[in-house]
DNA sequence: TGTAAATAATTAGCATACGAACTAAATGGA
DNA sequence: TCCATTTAGTTCGTATGCTAATTATTTACA
């Protein structure tokens, strides 16, 4: 199928083309690690997974640098901080420089969590990180940036 | 920013940097298409239309079919007709041929609804598919061919 | 200094994503 | 023909995405 056929085949998607295998291709990436935290009894989902990451490698942040990071929303970001919580992985602490805000950290509970499936996990960024040389890599950045750049310009 | 600081930047995000960049590009691009059906008081979310357009492209389909055609899940499938049909901008009818298929096609009201959007959608389509060229489509396309395949591989 | 505006986080409501379990209908082999 | 298996679609439960509205705190300015 040339290149031709695959526009005209995906011509229904909405955002077009683009957005439509784009997003296809980060559910598939999505769901295969989240069978793969769920392999490894991790007890989390990916989303879950990626918090606890972001603040095992940052230490202590506030909600919406969280937000930031992850590019989710304040909602989201506090309703899987509820569930970490809940789950004695994580704790809020208000932040005595701005009582608005919360600092929010592992617990030494979570931080053996994060110890024991980080190899895991590894392995498994290597595995499909891999598949793409360096120059994939920069070629698939600068075509999503350049996608980026046009939704900006709104 | 090079290459190595951004891999290092997106170190922590669970399906490696390809996947939160891709994934974040994918929100971004659905969510810019939403707000154009807001503005056009479509009254339709971006996944409804999507749906719509399929069905206005390639006539009566099954659900099953549906959820081929846009990856998705049975459950998200029925979920989103359902609304459709509250709406009444489509119909699911038994298939004579085999009595466990609707045949899921749009009213005349949803013919109607569809015709009055679809110029402006394809406007918003265009405008961010000529942000890229030819060549980074086929590069785009080929990267995340790659990316599906190593999860294929499983 | 006092108050309006801005900011951090939460809540609520609706929609989507996904796995698991379920119903109804069709199929295939003994 | 009968029954086990498969297939199409739905239902349920949990989690996430997004918008709008709310609370508590801080900032900025008159």
Redesign the pocket.
């Known amino acids: 199928m040339d290149l031709e056929e695959k526009i005209a085949e995906y011509q229904f998607t909405g955002e077009g083309l683009s957005g439509f295998l784009i ?1 296809r291709t980060a ?2 990436l ?2 295969a690690f ?2 793969e935290l769920t392999k490894m009894n991790a007890g989390l ?4 997974w990626v918090v606890m990451d972001l603040l095992a490698n940052k230490g202590a942040l ?4 969280i ?1 930031r990071y992850l ?13 970490l919580v809940d789950k004695q992985l994580l704790q ?1 602490k208000t ?1 005595p420089e ?5 600092l ?1 950290s592992l617990t030494r509970g979570g931080m053996n969590r994060h110890f024991e499936l980080i190899t895991r996990v590894k392995e498994f960024r290597k595995k499909h990180f891999n598949a793409l040389s360096p120059y994939d890599i920069e070629l698939l950045l600068s075509v999503l940036e350049k996608i980026n750049q046009s939704i900006d310009e709104e």
Chains 1, 2 share one sequence.
């Open positions: 997003e559910k598939r999505k769901r989240q069978q989902t990916a989303d879950q506030n909600q919406l640098e937000c590019a989710k929303d304040p909602p989201t970001v506090t309703r899987i901080l509820d569930l809020r932040d701005d009582r608005r805000r919360f929010v």
